[in-house]
């Protein structure tokens, strides 16, 4: 199995940055896609940032523009950087991974990340 772990939430004032990061152990397998989802209260789960292992990168567009995500394969590794920080991006963000042909997915505990105005 994967395991995720999550770190980088915290709160900030609008207009801020953080940097959240997530790294995957155990039975991680190379072609794969991992990412973000954000989750607020009333409101649907929503896609933040995805990337593959191949470098193929897709954000949600409530981010595009303000956010970035990367990774390091060899260490199994995304970081996503959040900048221009809004109110509206307040949520707790979950990483995620999902190796390629498979339908399972796996998820990190979460990271709160609070923006205040």
């Known amino acids: 199995q994967v395991q995720l772990a999550e770190s980088g939430g915290g709160l900030v004032e609008t207009g801020g940055s953080l940097r959240l990061s997530c790294v995957a152990s155990g039975s991680v397998f190379t072609n794969n896609i991992m990412g973000w989802y954000r989750q607020t209260p009333g409101k649907q789960r929503e896609k933040v940032a995805t990337?593959?292992?191949?470098?193929?990168?897709d954000y949600g567009d409530s981010v595009e523009d303000r956010f970035t995500i990367s990774r390091n394969n060899p260490k199994n590794t995304i970081w996503l950087q959040m900048n221009s920080l809004k109110p509206e991006d307040t949520g707790v963000y979950y990483c995620f991974s999902k190796v390629f042909g498979t339908a399972r997915y796996y998820w990190g505990q979460g990271t709160e990340v609070t923006v205040s105005s």
């Open positions: 990337i593959t292992s191949g470098g193929t990168i």
